[in-house]
């Protein structure tokens, strides 16, 4: 681990208590001017840390920067011991990209490993859900990527982005205390209003870290894992003027529904450790998965129409099934599995 990892997540585990230089020195290792010249470099960054000749290190502040270093150690000070992570396995930061699904799919065909994510304070190219483009102006969001390698069948993909929209509605509920929902078939929001988007890309062909033929210990074959990019998109400290003319009357960002602004790398760390704990319960045990969906839904039980393509679906929409598809009630009393779509009407 790097120095200023190591600092970092003493400092974020300390939880803004001071930590005795001594001890500092003794996770660390190595001459005092080595932690005195990391500590300098971190105040050129923007972190504020105390340093009191009795009590030690504390943080004080830190920069409203993302940085790789920054969110490893942030993973790193939540971490239970001897638990691996999966989500931030590898974490890149770009100050500027096209779009950052772009990014983690040419990562995927270069080996990149299951939780890589890529960050960019801006995007040029950031797109939506069906070809939209998606304003990802620099600084004001969270413009993230992971890349995923779940072992599931491709039918059951779709609990992937289920759980991905339980993770960022719970994170931001317990990190700015907003009632943040989720509204099929991937968006999240507040008061009614779109806070957050994902968007789930599967990858060129099956993923090849698991032969179709593994076996998974009872005998039978394992599933081979798929590919998949996950693209999350968060309005954070965004101002209304700053939200494009076509969705400021439908969209809202955390400052605008908090009256504050909110630290986006705090942000971020919690998204990607609450990821990395539904990521794991949609492999495992998806009907924890539903059961928080359906606590946190706004679609749920309502009366809806659904525009897919030309056609129009239109009906009760009454639970998610085992793959993670929404099963709508018709007035026919046909039920249709539904994947994705546009919810035009929620009542
Ligand atoms: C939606 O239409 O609601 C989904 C929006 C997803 C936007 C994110 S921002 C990071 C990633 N890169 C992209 O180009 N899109 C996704």
Redesign the pocket.
Not at 125 to 130: D, F, L, T
């Given at each position: 681990m790097k120095v200023a990892v190591g600092i970092l997540t003493a400092l974020y585990r300390a939880n803004g208590q001071f930590m005795a230089a001594s001890e500092m020195q003794g996770l660390l290792g190595g001459p005092n001017s080595v932690l005195e010249a990391e500590i300098t470099a971190l105040h050129g960054l923007g972190y504020v840390i105390e340093l009191h000749p009795h009590h030690g290190y504390r943080l004080l502040e830190s920069p409203d920067r993302l940085m790789a270093d920054d969110l490893e150690a942030r993973l790193e000070s939540f971490k239970a011991v001897g638990r691996t992570r999966v989500i931030g396995s590898e974490i890149l930061v770009f100050e500027e990209t096209?779009?950052?699904?772009?990014v983690c799919e040419q990562l995927s065909q270069s080996g990149g490993r299951d939780g890589l994510v890529v960050f960019?304070e801006s995007?040029t190219?950031?797109?939506?859900?069906?070809g939209?483009t998606?304003v990802?102006p620099r600084g004001k969001g969270l413009?993230?990527?992971v890349l995923l390698r779940p072992k599931l069948p491709l039918s059951s993909a779709p609990r992937i982005t289920v759980a991905a929209s339980v993770a960022v509605a719970h994170a931001i509920r317990k990190t700015s205390g907003s009632d943040a929902r989720i509204k099929w078939p991937?968006?999240v929001t507040v008061n009614g209003r779109?806070l957050?988007?994902?968007?789930t890309e599967l990858c060129g062909g099956l993923g090849s870290s698991q032969a179709a033929t593994s076996s998974d210990g009872a005998g039978g074959p394992a599933p081979s894992s798929i590919t998949m990019v996950l693209?999350?998109?968060i309005d954070v400290n965004c101002r209304h003027e700053e939200f494009p003319p076509e969705v400021a009357a439908i969209a809202t960002s955390l400052l605008l529904a908090t009256g504050q602004a909110q630290n986006r790398p705090a942000l971020a760390a919690a998204i990607l450790r609450a990821l990395d704990q539904w990521y794991r319960a949609a492999l495992t045990e998806f009907d924890a998965v539903t059961d928080e969906w359906a606590r946190l839904s706004t679609t749920l039980g309502k009366q809806i129409v659904v525009a897919v393509g030309a056609r129009r679906v239109e009906g009760c929409a009454q639970a998610l099934d085992g793959d993670g598809a929404l099963l709508v009630r018709k007035d026919n009393g046909q039920v249709e599995r539904m994947l994705g779509g546009d919810l035009v009407v929620e009542r």
């Open positions: 096209a779009s950052t699904n772009d960019a995007q190219k950031g797109r939506g859900r069906h939209r998606w990802s413009w993230f990527s991937n968006d779109k957050a988007g994902i968007l693209g999350i998109g």
